[in-house]
């Protein structure tokens, strides 16, 4: 069993930047796909960004050059550094441990945190 807990969220202005922080439990972290999502009121789970094993990132289109993902695996920790952001970006962050399936999809992730709210003024 995984244990998730997301931290880092807060009230920003448009412009600025925040860093989330997703700490895991296990001794397996080095191994696993991690993943990134946000969800906005009233809208479904979207992905935002991944990180395998490997250390290869992929980022939804809305993200790219302003968030980026990272790892450190000696503190079983994924972090998603976020600048120039925008209202639009406003939503809770969850972090999730890859299962199988397309890793943009939320249901390809097989443990969540309980999230972080990231709220951005104008």
């Known amino acids: 069993q995984v244990t998730l807990v997301e931290s880092g969220g807060g009230l920003v202005q448009a412009g600025g930047s925040l860093r989330l922080s997703c700490a895991a439990s296990?001794?397996?972290?080095?191994?696993?796909?991690m993943g990134w999502f946000r969800q906005a009121p009233g809208k479904e789970r979207a992905f935002v960004s991944t990180?395998?094993?490997?250390?290869?990132?992929y980022y939804t289109d809305s993200v790219k050059g302003r968030f980026t993902i990272s790892r450190d695996n000696a503190k079983n920790t994924v972090l998603l550094q976020m600048n120039s952001l925008k209202p639009e970006d406003t939503a809770v962050y969850y972090c999730a441990v890859y299962g199988i399936g397309n890793y943009d999809q939320s249901t390809s992730y097989s443990h969540w945190g309980q999230g972080t709210q990231v709220t951005v003024s104008s």
């Open positions: 990180i395998s094993s490997g250390l290869q990132t």
């Open positions: 296990g001794r397996s972290f080095s191994t696993y796909t």
